[in-house]
Each structure stands twice: as structure tokens, then as C-alpha cells.
């Protein structure tokens, strides 16, 4: 996360990791996110609080979950995501 500073160098604000395995297609979640710096990690930069609903970008749920196992090199398992037709 940066912050925005017209014309000047934007601020690194911290960082944060969504772990997307913890949601669910189409139900949304509120996540708190801790900001970390990972050169000062015992630093408290804050948080953000999101409400995060995964949706596919465009096509169907099968399309996405397909498209992102081959981004990652994820066994896709039909346990996880009904792929049925």
C-alpha cells in the first residue's frame, strides 16, 4: 500500500497478504488486513478493513477457477469447486 503524494514520492505505507483459499465464490467476507513492513516486522503500520466478495472477472465460475489454477500450477480438485455443467 502507498499513499499518494501529487507530485511528489508516494509514501510505502505497509503491505498485506489476502489469502484467497479463505473465501468463498460469491459470499462476501469482512478480513482485516495488518499492514506489515517486512524489513521492521515488529512495526504496527496499521490495518485495512475490506469486505471482499470473489467474483470471476468475466465468464463463469468454471472459466476462473480453471484460468487461475493454470496461473498458479494449482491442482484443481472438484471437491473444492463443483465443475459441473
Known sequence: VFDYDFGLQDDFMGSAYL???????????????????????????????????????????????RHSCQICGDVCSSDFFPLHD
Not at 25 to 52: F, I
Open 19 to 65: 489469502h484467497l483459499e479463505s473465501l468463498e465464490h460469491q459470499r462476501t467476507l469482512d478480513v482485516t488486513l495488518d499492514l506489515k513492513d517486512p524489513q521492521y516486522p515488529e512495526h504496527n503500520l496499521g490495518s485495512l478493513e475490506l469486505a471482499v466478495t470473489l467474483s470471476p472477472r468475466e465468464g463463469d465460475i468454471r472459466d476462473a477457477v
